[in-house]
């Protein structure tokens, strides 16, 4: 009977101890453990060439598509007649777009710089249409240039008009996609290169994307975050620039947020998506939408705020970036050779209603016009995004120029485009494993050890008591007198003796 009253002692014992082990463990993962994934996180979002995500950074491992949507002009004789235009979407036009970063150089104030080169393949199985295909658009360098000149002398206006006719320029075109995209050559173009070489910046073929392909975007600057992580991504400079100079104020001037690829980590809510855009010429504000899911990962959707392209009398703010026309529409012409040129979103969505009803075919919608970004709110690295973007043409009548006929003003859709990509194949299964399925498991294990070190100290106690009512149950069962003594003297002796080796087991199944 005493080396039972042994063997329990020892069992109880060894529950407490692994109980308490197991406590003391999943109390110190609980404490210990974000502040570990918080310091593997900043060790490996910044741009440093022995972090994680410096190969996603330098190399975009994620498949961009620029998908373009132009407007076709169905009623052109109509239109110079001084009817309402008529158009018709065309398109998905896809296009593959590379994406690599050249000439990194790091800096001694804790900033990279570098350039970002694409370059675009169409993809015919992706497109709805081929390169091939002809579209009838306004013709940009005559309507451009038409309403460019109105403010000039009417002698200086004739005179144009005898420029365009004798080189068989009209007021709209029927151009391939292919040429709308990456350029046709151009009599009007040639001429003014000749003539006043300063006056153009395009030397040979005109095309809208034609200065994309193969190109940058300009010198970035960027924070590392090396030294000082509350800066990381942040840039610092473009094209050696604090701020820029194509609009009339400072604060619309401002270059903020990142270049618009990776955002600080450990998001929150009220956190929004600041960046700089070198094609819109501006920084842009994005704000928090809604939580979501992406392939198991959880996110943060952002979209648009109504006010990204409010003119000046719906939100101040924006009132640098006038003159202004309706609201939703941002004039680009002081960075784009003060072509009358227009950025929406696509079909006008979110812009004044009288800009859908001048022009007959827009339907737009938020489904299918909004633009979002799905950002990893731990890393601020982007898992799906979809930029879309419109642009348009300001057209009107201009006294003296013939070829713009009776023209009624109107902001005339050209093409509007879409930028999407999205986290796929093994990038975004060693994103999963390492950035979201360790970090659950190590959140969970923090909480069953502790469970575990619970339950196995309350098994102990429940033992310890069981086994010491059993021995008073013998006391109590045995004779009086003198006997009475000795059965207490065994129980105490039995519950001060060690047990055997071997006989923890043993007991347990008793």
């Given at each position: 009977?005493?080396?039972?009253?042994?063997?329990?002692?020892?069992?109880?014992?060894?529950?407490?101890?692994?109980?308490?082990?197991?406590?003391?463990?999943?109390?110190?993962?609980?404490?210990?453990?974000?502040?570990?994934?918080?310091?593997?996180?900043?060790?490996?979002?910044?741009?440093?060439?022995?972090?994680?995500?410096?190969?996603?950074?330098?190399?975009?491992?994620?498949?961009?598509?620029?998908?373009?949507?132009?407007?076709?002009?169905?009623?052109?004789?109509?239109?110079?007649?001084?009817?309402?235009?008529?158009?018709?979407?065309?398109?998905p036009y896809v296009y593959r777009e590379f994406r690599h970063k050249a000439n990194i150089t790091f800096n001694d104030n804790d900033t990279v710089s570098f350039l970002e080169y694409r370059s675009f393949q169409f993809q015919p199985d992706k497109s709805g249409g081929l390169e091939s295909d002809y579209i009838v658009m306004p013709n940009i360098l005559v309507l451009g240039a038409a309403v460019m000149m109105e403010s000039k002398p009417?002698?200086?206006?004739?005179?144009?008009?005898?420029?365009?006719?004798?080189?068989?320029?009209?007021?709209?075109?029927?151009?391939?996609?292919?040429?709308?995209?990456?350029?046709?050559?151009?009599?009007?173009?040639?001429?003014?290169?000749?003539?006043?070489?300063?006056?153009?910046?395009?030397?040979?073929?005109?095309?809208l994307f034609a200065g994309l392909n193969n190109s940058h975007s300009g010198l970035f600057t960027v924070f590392t975050g090396i030294k000082d992580f509350s800066r990381i991504h942040l840039v610092d400079k473009w094209n050696g620039l604090s701020k820029v100079n194509f609009w009339h104020s400072d604060q619309c001037n401002m270059i903020n947020g990142t270049s618009g690829q990776m955002w600080a980590p450990f998001m929150t809510p009220e956190t929004s998506l600041e960046f700089y855009s070198p094609e819109a010429c501006r920084s842009m504000t994005l704000v928090f939408q809604k939580e979501d899911v992406f392939e198991g990962i959880p996110t943060y959707r952002f979209k648009a705020p109504e006010t990204l392209f409010a003119n000046g009398s719906t939100y101040p703010p924006n009132e640098g970036f006038c003159p202004c026309l309706e609201s939703g529409i941002q004039n680009v012409s002081t960075c784009r050779f003060s072509a009358p040129l227009f950025l929406s979103h696509p079909h006008f969505y979110n812009a004044d209603p009288v800009l859908v009803q001048a022009v007959l075919g827009l339907h737009p919608n938020e489904k299918e016009h909004s633009l979002f970004l799905d950002i990893h709110p731990v890393t601020g690295i982007p898992m799906n995004c979809s930029v879309k973007l419109q642009l348009s043409l300001y057209i009107k009548a201009v006294p003296g120029i013939g070829q713009t006929g009776q023209i009624k003003p109107v902001v005339l859709p050209l093409l509007w485009f879409e930028e999407r990509g999205a986290m796929e194949g093994d990038t975004l299964q060693t994103f999963y494993t390492q950035l979201v399925l360790l970090p659950k498991v190590l959140h969970y294990a923090q909480y069953v050890l502790l469970a575990l070190g619970c339950v196995l100290l309350l098994a102990s106690i429940v033992y310890l008591v069981r086994s010491q009512e059993r021995c008073f149950c013998f006391w109590n069962s045995t004779k009086k007198g003198a006997k009475d003594q000795e059965a207490m003297q065994a129980c105490s002796e039995s519950l001060m003796t060690p047990a055997p080796k071997g006989t923890v087991l043993q007991e347990a199944r008793l």
């Open positions: 009977m005493g080396s039972s009253r042994a063997r329990t002692l020892w069992g109880t014992a060894a529950l407490s101890f692994t109980g308490v082990l197991c406590a003391v463990l999943g109390a110190v993962m609980i404490v210990e453990v974000p502040s570990i994934i918080r310091q593997q996180v900043h060790k490996n979002v910044r741009i440093d060439p022995s972090s994680l995500s410096f190969g996603m950074w330098k190399e975009i491992p994620v498949p961009f598509y620029l998908s373009v949507y132009f407007f076709d002009i169905v009623n052109p004789r109509e239109i110079l007649e001084g009817k309402r235009p008529q158009v018709r979407e065309r398109g009417m002698a200086l206006r004739l005179l144009m008009t005898l420029a365009f006719s004798t080189l068989g320029e009209r007021a709209f075109m029927n151009r391939t996609v292919g040429e709308i995209m990456w350029g046709y050559e151009d009599p009007l173009v040639h001429l003014i290169n000749k003539y006043l070489p300063d006056m153009f910046p395009v030397k040979g073929k005109f095309g």
